[in-house]
């Protein structure tokens, strides 16, 4: 496939007390190889320094639009206002991006005219400013339908959606459905731009996704809550279907046991008055997130899939 001259990505990025952080970030997105075209900072309410330390970046093109109050619902859609394009990235303000991951998914984008987004996968780390990126090859992607993209996702793949470039007119077009999902939104918000037309899926590492105390993951107070939570396997359901005929059901059936008991393992450490399994399970099928088949095949596979697992920690304690 012939290369075609590289498109143009701006990058927009969130930031919401992360002055401890965003400075690295920043030096990341400046460190582009294929500079962006434009680099913005939607301040969502600060607290902290944040502001200030994204307004030394300014003689290095970084803009700042502050918002005078916290709204972590408000500010997705101010993101979208903001976007100019063709492409546009919404990244986070605690994770480092790859020096060539604009160049090469610019690369990649511009010989296939019909995506929509581009994604990548990530490392993570504690510390990612002391860990060397490693080896990227830079032509290493693959192209999916927004179906085959979600099965992606739901089996495992581990794609960090501050890596995302959407297409301008997609992403303004899309639905940021935060009464439904939640701070989950982002993962039914990717895969419904990519239905739009095709993902472009970067398989080398981009992103260091850094771990930290205070990541919107780790804040229980703030979701998934259940009505999100089922309402994403609902959404990953209807998409991927019950089948064992083709991948994307397959997928389902392998992975919809065991996501939603991850959920009910951690929501249980999180509750004063435990759910009980049966009970967790009865309101997953009500509220359309599973099915008495796909439990009881994900149960099955569970048990299948355990046994090589557990013979290979028995031979590794053996060796030890």
Not at 191 to 199: K, V
Not at 218 to 232: H, K, N, T, Y
């Amino acid at each position: 496939m012939s290369q075609k001259s590289a498109i143009k990505i701006e990058i927009l990025v969130l930031a919401y007390n992360r002055s401890a952080l965003i400075s690295a970030t920043l030096e990341s997105l400046l460190a582009q190889t294929l500079p962006a075209s434009r680099i913005c900072v939607l301040d969502n309410g600060s607290t902290d320094n944040t502001a200030l330390i994204v307004q030394s970046f300014a003689t290095r093109g970084v803009e700042l639009v502050r918002r005078e109050s916290n709204n972590p619902r408000l500010c997705w859609t101010e993101l979208q206002d903001m976007a100019r394009g063709p492409w546009t990235m919404l990244f986070h303000d605690d994770d480092l991006l790859h020096p060539d991951y604009l160049r090469d998914a610019s690369t990649a984008l511009a010989n296939e005219p019909g995506a929509t987004i581009a994604v990548s996968a990530m490392r993570v780390h504690q510390n990612p400013e002391r860990m060397a990126w490693g080896k990227i090859s830079g032509k290493h992607y693959t192209i999916l339908s927004g179906r085959q993209l979600a099965a992606y996702i739901f089996g495992g793949f581990a794609m960090p959606f501050c890596s995302v470039i959407y297409r301008v007119d997609v992403l303004k077009q899309g639905y940021f459905n935060m009464e439904t999902y939640g701070k989950i939104v982002d993962r039914p918000f990717v895969i419904d731009a990519a239905l739009a037309g095709r993902a472009v899926v970067m398989l080398d590492p981009y992103v260091k996704y850094r771990v930290h105390a205070k990541q919107d993951s780790r804040d229980q107070l703030s979701g998934p809550f259940l009505p999100e939570i089922f309402a994403l396997q609902r959404y990953y359901r209807n998409l991927l279907g019950e089948h064992l005929t083709d991948y994307p059901g397959r997928i389902f059936l392998r992975r919809n046991y065991r996501n939603l008991l991850g959920e009910f393992n951690r929501l249980n450490r999180n509750m004063h008055t435990p759910m009980t399994h049966e009970i967790f399970f009865k309101n997953a099928i009500e509220a359309g997130a599973t099915s008495i088949k796909s439990l009881r095949f994900g149960k099955y596979y569970a048990k299948i899939t355990d046994i090589p697992r557990k013979i290979e920690k028995i031979i590794k304690t053996f060796i030890r």
